[in-house]
């Protein structure tokens, strides 16, 4: 079982790229939802990415309700500055289970409709009204450590 980061949307291409490298270094599962705001040839991914993308296991879908039929079961966890709950309230020290972190474009939420059918899962990070939100890739390895941590880092070097 494993942790994985869902980017719903994504639009900056080094944003992604640098989840991909926190994700290489983590053993982290990366899923990406179509359309993106780049290719996937884009050299700011590649080398946001530097050359660990060969470590990166990675999935693609057309939709959110193609990501939901390949990856029925494990906890879903919808990540917003709106979330109801702080991070590390939730638990993620199960290690026989797969941990989804599920976010939204830069640009755009995850659609409405996905935030209130699973306000009990919708996850945020404190923060001061001095910022819109935190930069997406920040996020992600917050709640990938988060999780780490309450797995006593599994198999990570320390």
């Known amino acids: ?47 946001a990415g530097l050359d660990y993308w060969e470590y990166v296991e990675i999935h693609y879908y057309d939709s959110l309700d193609e990501f939901y039929k390949k990856n029925d079961g494990g ?24 941990h989804y972190f599920i976010f939204g474009s830069e640009t755009m939420r995850l659609p409405q409709e996905v935030i209130q059918n699973n306000l009990d899962r919708t996850l945020r990070i404190p923060m001061t009204d001095n910022i819109r939100s935190y930069n997406l890739s920040n996020t992600a390895a917050v709640l990938i450590y988060e999780a780490l941590r309450q797995q006593n880092f599994g198999h990570l070097k320390k």
Request: charged share 20%.
């Open 1 to 47: 079982m494993a942790i994985h980061i869902v980017l719903y949307q994504p639009q900056i291409p080094s944003n992604t790229g640098n989840i991909a490298r926190t994700c290489a270094g983590t053993d982290t599962v990366l899923h990406l939802i179509r359309p993106f705001g780049f290719s996937t040839d884009d050299k700011a991914l590649k080398r």
């Open 75 to 98: 906890a879903f966890y919808y990540v917003t500055k709106v979330g109801e709950t702080p991070y590390d309230s939730f638990n993620y020290s199960e290690i026989n289970k797969d």
